[in-house]
């Protein structure tokens, strides 16, 4: 399988904005912290065609801000994302329809003053993919697609639960026909019942589109439910990648591995006790990471090595891609 | 069971709203006894935090608990004079809710909110106060905890505020703690830290805990039973393990089989069609029926309570094949 979706080397940073209040503050003797925030740091992962790769982590890991810059909505400081060979941006604008994103809060990615139809048809119309003519029955078309009556093209958002909102959040990205699909949090929002419910209508509209997807989500079931390949973030960077099963069944990371342990699982015996082996500690900040491995501080194998030379993200020989010194 | 600690009996809470009468509670009871564990599962909209507020006297207007009886530790609630109640609230009932950066006032120092809490229900001397606070900030895990009494709510992580409202309701040692999806806003490796360590601490106080969430993995790995909410009912109850193996109630089977961990890797799960019903304008008969796949005619009538050793369900075709 090739790649369709590239990102090489991409850094991202963000500055604080430092605004007058800063400005007088400062004159008056007051600290501010200009130090910027490295959101991701020298990630390098590719997107194959027709797969689905799921990307985890915990809040402020990065996930996020990588698939933005995989979306082609947010440019990186450093290194370069290539949509089949050519960047998906021109300086701060988004050059492609070819990616689309679903976002995960469905009650503030869609414009509450627009009719859902209207929120349907407005790019592919901007785009020449569909007239004016044609898009009212282009709308129904997808409505009935993603499981909602194509009656409802006139409602506003608001007349809408949160999984409708999201039904219509998919069928707005799916109308532009894209080769790509960006999900973040997809679910996150959602009564169980109904991320049941938009997990199959995803599944389902993936296989008859034939998608390449990215799944973003902080919920490890989720992702391996939908997966093909995984990757693990932790504080800006990938620390562990490969094949979904493989991850899963035998994670090498200790972070990887801390955090599947982390999951609460079913419990269908009574007599089976709580068996958390939670990780210790906290996220470092990522103003100021820990120097070598950033885990090494929570981390149960660290030594010396981790605590002063980072780990480098190296194939193992089942393909697997794992950074740490002691995997 | 343990010796018994709160019984609720049949309560009812109702939100008198312009649209209507929104019946968020109708008709719940349970038992629960000293020191257990009790999850208690729902979806939004489900009434299972109006449920853990009536039991704290904590129902906003238009709210109202319209009948029903909470008797804890033998005493009645429901009509409870409010200088009553608070004297248990905080002190004999604690509450921790969903978002500690809500909770906690952050323009005062963590000691000083503790402080309140102590010296609301008596507390004695400053320098007790403080003793105590700073032996209640290190039972759940806060490292150097006399020191951080100076610190603001903004100066802690999220798992570090959701330790601080747990270690306050734990300051006067509680014979009942609510808890409201605690862990919900928090990363997991985070939860999984707080879980074990709520467990712990029920375990060594004898405390009893409501634990109320929308995740049955969660739930299952704390509580010794399991409360399944539904339109404002209690659809389902017993030993968590007995529940979720062999779920009687079809609304139970259908969340079971929502979550993506029992299913295989990219297999279709086994939806509930439908969205759970507005309460102000719930189907006849049991509430579920319309997304059910076991209901019948029957169904438009009350369901009846089945119940078997330690178990209850309220459902007609409750003892039909649970696969």
């Known amino acids: ?327 | 069971m343990t010796r018994l600690l709160l019984e609720v009996q049949d309560l009812r809470t109702h939100f008198l709203t312009r649209a209507g009468v929104v019946k968020a509670v109708e008709g719940v009871s349970f038992a629960l006894g000293r020191g257990e564990i009790l999850g208690l599962v729902g979806e939004s909209g489900s009434g299972k935090s109006v449920t853990g507020f009536s039991l704290i006297g904590l129902v906003d207007p238009p709210g109202k608990i319209v009948g029903g009886s909470i008797r804890f530790d033998g005493r009645e609630l429901v009509g409870l004079a409010p200088a009553e109640m608070r004297r248990l609230r905080g002190k004999r009932i604690a509450m921790v809710f969903q978002d500690p950066a809500a909770t906690l006032n952050p323009v005062l120092t963590i000691g000083t909110q503790m402080m309140l809490a102590v010296q609301a229900h008596g507390g004695g001397s400053e320098r007790a106060g403080r003793d105590l606070a700073a032996r209640t900030l290190t039972r759940v895990g806060i490292p150097d905890a006399a020191a951080r009494l100076d610190a603001y709510p903004h100066e802690f992580s999220g798992g570090m505020r959701q330790r601080v409202a747990i270690a306050i309701a734990l300051l006067h040692g509680p014979d009942l703690i609510i808890a409201d999806e605690p862990t919900t806003a928090l990363d997991v490796s985070i939860q999984a830290q707080i879980l074990a360590e709520m467990k712990q601490l029920a375990k060594q106080s004898g405390t009893a805990l409501i634990w109320i969430s929308h995740d049955l993995a969660t739930v299952s790995s704390l509580a010794d039973r399991l409360l399944v909410m539904y339109a404002g009912r209690i659809v389902e109850s017993g030993p968590v393990a007995a529940v979720l193996r062999a779920p009687l109630h079809p609304y139970t089977r259908g969340l079971l089989d929502s979550l993506p961990a029992m299913a295989k890797p990219g297999e279709k799960l086994n939806q509930i069609p439908g969205s759970t019903p507005s309460l102000l304008s719930l189907p006849p008969g049991c509430p579920f029926a319309p997304r059910c796949p076991r209901a019948t005619e029957v169904c438009r009538t009350d369901p009846p309570v089945v119940t078997q050793p330690g178990r209850m369900a309220l459902c007609h075709h409750a003892l039909e094949s649970t696969t």
């Open chain 1, 1 to 327: 399988m090739s790649a369709i979706l590239s990102a090489e080397h991409v850094t991202r940073r963000f500055s604080p904005r430092i605004t007058l209040g800063d400005r007088i503050a400062a004159a008056l003797g007051a600290k501010v912290d200009r130090r910027p925030v490295q959101a991701v740091t020298d990630v390098s992962l590719e997107v194959r065609q027709g797969e689905t790769l799921g990307l985890v982590g915990e809040s402020g890991c990065g996930k996020s801000t990588l698939g933005r810059m995989l979306a082609g909505i947010l440019a990186p400081s450093e290194g370069e994302v290539l949509l089949s060979g050519t960047a998906p941006m021109r300086g701060k604008h988004k050059t492609t329809t070819r990616i689309q994103t679903v976002f995960q809060d469905p009650f503030a990615s869609l414009n509450p003053r627009m009719r859902i139809g209207e929120t349907i048809a407005e790019g592919p119309i901007t785009h020449g993919l569909v007239t004016r003519a044609r898009a009212p029955e282009m709308v129904a078309e997808w409505l009935r697609r993603v499981g909602l009556d194509p009656a409802f093209a006139t409602r506003f958002p608001h007349q809408f639960s949160g999984g409708q909102r999201q039904r219509v959040a998919i069928a707005r990205a799916l109308a532009m026909q894209p080769e790509v699909l960006v999900c973040d949090e997809p679910v996150a929002s959602l009564d169980v019942s109904i991320q049941a419910q938009i997990l199959n209508l995803f599944l389902e509209l993936r296989q008859d589109l034939g998608l390449t997807c990215l799944f973003i989500s902080h919920d490890l079931s989720v992702v391996r439910h939908v997966s093909d390949r995984v990757a693990v973030m932790y504080l800006g960077r990938i620390v562990e990648m490969g094949e979904a099963a493989r991850v899963y069944a035998a994670p090498r990371h200790p972070y990887t591995q801390g955090l599947l342990h982390s999951v609460p699982k079913l419990v269908l015996d009574s007599n089976a006790a709580l068996e958390f082996r939670p990780i210790t500690g906290e996220l470092p900040s990522p103003l100021s990471p820990p120097p070598g491995c950033a885990f090494h501080p929570r981390c149960p194998k660290a030594t010396e090595l981790c605590r002063g030379e980072r780990p480098p993200l190296s194939p193992r020989e089942d393909g697997t891609l794992v950074a740490c010194h002691h995997a």
